[in-house]
């Protein structure tokens, strides 16, 4: 490599094979063997495919198609309805596999995490075989089968996970990085789309080694700032580290004011703003808070918190600002003046989305 990294990382990516369809044919011995594909709607018409079996593939059913030219490629495709709990419940289960292993976890989605083995906390002696030990947990305990690469950085293993597809393991060892790097299509190459990859087709650039004997500034204003990550992928370096997820647990906003707040119009106007981009992390995040914690700073520095908590999670806006008003009004505010607010969410449960929620009439009467 012309960069020799000062210590040699060991990362492994481990994707599940056909996860959700292969979880519905787990659990459901009747879809065994057979062409499935999980999604479609409630009704059973329209929609699109989630994923398909890999029975279903060799007809070229694939994830994000609508499921009616799914069913024309294969008209004896079986739909089966998502049920999202059982992949979280899976996907769980496969990170208590991982985490035998190491701390150093960074879930990409539900069946996709990147692992760094570089200490090997077991003392299991190679990448490869805690890449193979994890294959053969999921195997045996899940019932459920997972493809490994195998390399010195995130993108050369999550390439080579792909690469023997389903039930695979591909090792790139670190001396042949940067061949394999030059060999790569330029589609294959993070953040290149359609369009880029046709653009760069146009160029004469068709693999990693075309884009090799571009400069860094040419790279960067053909493509703009991903170009310079081109440059240094190609050569086989990729410095970035897995960055082990950290649950959310607590999310809010603040703000502190250039003039002291006097009046309580004012304080609410201001607590309508925090609400607002409080709200929208909420959303973004898809996260909902059974506590909601108004902070308010005065004009001394003192500084107070009072809390409500609710007893289902709450995300909506309303409730946000009406609630920090409410705490507002009964934290004393009459001769203070106030520098800084803010607006806070925690206690988060999952949010379920109001379609998912079936009236059972036998539950309505709940005591
Ligand atoms: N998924 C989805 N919509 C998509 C792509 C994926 O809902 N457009 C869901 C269903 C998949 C899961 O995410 O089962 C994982 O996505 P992958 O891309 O890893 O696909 P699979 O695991 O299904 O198949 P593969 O064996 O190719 O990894
Ligand atoms: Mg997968």
Redesign the pocket.
């Known amino acids: 490599m012309s960069d020799t990294p000062k210590y040699q990382r060991k990362i492994i990516h481990i ?5 959700y369809a292969s979880v519905e044919q787990r659990d459901n011995p009747e879809l065994r063997g057979k062409p499935i594909a999980v999604g479609g709607s409630p009704e059973g018409r329209g929609g699109v495919v989630a ?1 398909a079996s890999y029975e279903a593939r060799k007809f070229g059913v694939r994830s994000a198609m609508p499921s009616k030219t799914a069913l024309q490629l294969c008209p004896d495709l079986i739909f089966v309805y998502p049920r999202f709990s059982a992949y979280k419940e899976a996907s769980k289960s496969i990170r208590e596999i991982f985490r035998r292993h190491t701390e150093l976890i960074e879930p990409l989605s539900l ?2 995490a990147y692992l760094d083995v570089t200490i090997d906390k077991q003392g299991i002696g190679s990448a490869i075989a805690i890449a193979e030990h994890i294959r053969a947990a999921i195997k045996a305990e899940l019932n459920l089968t997972a ?1 490994a690469g195998v390399s010195v950085s995130k993108f050369v293993a999550k390439i080579a996970s792909a690469m023997k597809k389903p039930d695979g393991l591909t090792f790139i060892a670190p001396s042949r990085v940067e061949a394999f790097m030059e060999e790569l299509p330029v589609e294959k190459f993070f953040g290149v789309g359609r369009v880029t990859a046709e653009k760069m087709k146009k160029m004469g650039l068709h693999k990693g080694i075309d884009l090799k004997g571009l400069s860094e500034d040419e790279l960067i204003r053909f493509f703009g700032k991903v170009g310079r990550f081109y440059y240094k992928i190609v050569r086989g370096i990729d410095d970035r580290v897995v960055e082990p997820y950290r649950e959310t647990k607590s999310l809010g906003a603040e703000d502190t004011f250039a003039h002291d707040l006097i009046t309580v119009a004012e304080m609410y106007a201001e607590l309508d703003k925090i609400a607002q981009t409080v709200y929208d992390r909420l959303f973004r995040a898809k996260l909902a808070g059974r506590t909601i914690t108004l902070k308010v700073k005065y004009h001394d520095f003192r500084q107070i918190t009072r809390n409500k908590s609710f007893l289902a999670p709450v995300s909506d806006l309303n409730t946000i600002a009406a609630t920090a008003k409410q705490l507002l009004l009964s934290s004393d505010v009459s001769d203070k003046k106030i520098r800084l607010l803010g607006i806070t969410l925690s206690n988060f449960g999952d949010v379920v989305p109001k379609s998912r929620v079936r009236k059972n009439p036998d539950q309505l009467e709940l005591f």
């Open positions: 994707d599940m094979d056909a996860f994923t069946d996709e493809s």
